[in-house]
């Protein structure tokens, strides 16, 4: 089992890698247990023989052997543009155009899979445009808004 440490907008993950097969890696991220697609990924197929039950520490009903997909970060098109790093619904928006933001200052609440996921700032600056309003549905890779 390999573990990586990762900070991603200011919020720590400790994520360990039980094992890949089939294009389909099974992972534990603090605590969480996953199963996360990896395209491109040149292995030998192997059929997966068992689902990974979800483990969750929340108060929301989690039904097991449901294989649950996570985000892929992916590379901005604008160097400011802040991405839904899920599929969701904006719950509340933290801030406002023009409005100066220091990294890991919470700019929305994302709803996705029942939870609520701060989306924080990694970024210094002024908020350039924001493309959401509260109440919207946004995919994974959606520009939510932009820091200048």
């Known amino acids: 089992m390999k573990e990586y440490k990762f900070k991603i907008n ?4 400790t994520v360990e890698v039980a094992g890949i097969e089939d294009h389909i890696a099974t ?3 603090n605590g969480a247990q996953y199963e ?3 395209e491109g990924l ?3 197929p192997k059929p997966l023989t068992k689902t990974p039950k979800v483990v969750s520490t929340s108060t929301v009903p989690v039904t097991d052997d449901v294989p649950v997909r996570t985000a892929r970060p ?3 098109a604008t160097a400011g543009d802040v991405k839904s790093p899920l599929p969701g619904v904006i719950l509340e928006l933290s801030v406002k155009v023009g409005d ?5 200052q919470r700019l929305l609440i994302l709803e996705a899979m029942k939870m ?4 924080d700032s990694d970024k210094e600056g002024v908020v350039k445009e924001i493309r959401v309003s ?7 890779g959606d520009v939510l808004l932009t820091i200048g």
């Open 10 to 13: 200011g919020n720590e993950y």
């Open 27 to 29: 992972v534990s991220v």
């Open 36 to 38: 996360v697609e990896i």
């Open 42 to 44: 040149a292995v030998s």
């Open 74 to 76: 992916e590379a901005s």
């Open 100 to 104: 100066s933001v220091k990294v890991g």
């Open 116 to 119: 609520e996921n701060n989306i």
């Open 134 to 140: 509260k109440g919207d549905t946004v995919l994974e």
